[in-house]
């Protein structure tokens, strides 16, 4: 049985988000936080489903800002980026959806700022409800890190799949054959690294998705920093 990572832009079922509640991504002003969260959602609603990710103590706050069609669903959070914490969803050949449940250790164990006791198992929470099998990984990847095609081509960057506090005893072949196993792809194209304010404080170290993505199975939008 062959899994496959679909394209961004194939059709899906619905969109999973989680509702922001760390301390720095409310900082300084929470309110604009929850307004930026729900807009997306909001705007996201008119076309198909939404569920939102919040701890108890948000959910009152969160329904003053959501459309009442956004769904949510009480769960412990650290942060909200469901991107990088939630699975990577993927399908065989018999339309079957599936969940890589990647490890996530807060953007290469950053624990000055970043705390992940929650988010890392915020994707087995989502493949609990929305897919038929969980498929564990034991390589640390975040959903921005990787960006793909649909037909085999993966984007990746050097700084985070290869980089400091993720995987640095893995070889850049491991990796390779690990993602190639767990996606469906045969072609990794690396970018050397992120955009230079992604490695402040509060950045990610490089991911792809600020940088990179496919616009379709054979165009690359590429961000060039100048």
């Known amino acids: 049985m062959t899994w496959v990572m679909p394209a961004e832009w194939q059709p899906h079922e619905r969109t999973w988000m989680a509702w922001p509640t760390a301390a720095y991504t409310l900082e300084p002003n929470a309110a604009e936080a929850y307004e930026a969260w729900s807009n ?3 705007a996201i609603v008119e076309f198909e ?10 959910i009152e706050v969160a329904k003053t800002y959501l459309d009442p069609r956004v769904s949510l669903q009480p769960t412990e959070l650290n942060d909200g ?3 990088d914490i939630g699975p990577t969803f993927v399908k065989n050949e018999h339309g079957e959806v ?9 953007w290469g164990a950053q624990g000055s700022w970043a705390w992940w006791d929650k988010d890392d198992q915020v994707a087995g929470v989502i493949t609990n409800t929305a897919a ?4 564990d990984s034991t390589l640390i990847n975040e959903g921005g890190g990787i960006h793909v095609n649909g037909k085999g081509a993966i984007l990746l960057t050097q700084t985070v799949q290869l980089g400091e506090g993720r995987n640095s005893s893995w070889s850049r072949e491991e990796v390779e054959n690990e993602l190639h196993e767990k996606l469906g792809s045969n072609q990794a194209i690396w970018v050397r690294r992120g955009l230079t304010r992604d490695y402040d404080d ?16 054979n165009t ?3 961000h060039d920093q100048q």
């Open 49 to 58: 489903p939404v569920t939102m990710l919040l701890e108890g103590k948000d």
């Open 81 to 83: 980026w469901a991107r």
């Open 98 to 106: 599936a969940g890589v449940n990647w490890v996530f250790n807060g």
């Open 132 to 135: 038929k099998l969980r498929i």
């Open 40 to 42: 997306v959602a909001n």
């Open 202 to 217: 509060y950045g990610t170290r490089g991911h792809i998705d600020i940088v990179a993505c496919f616009a379709d199975e």
């Open 220 to 222: 690359i939008l590429f």
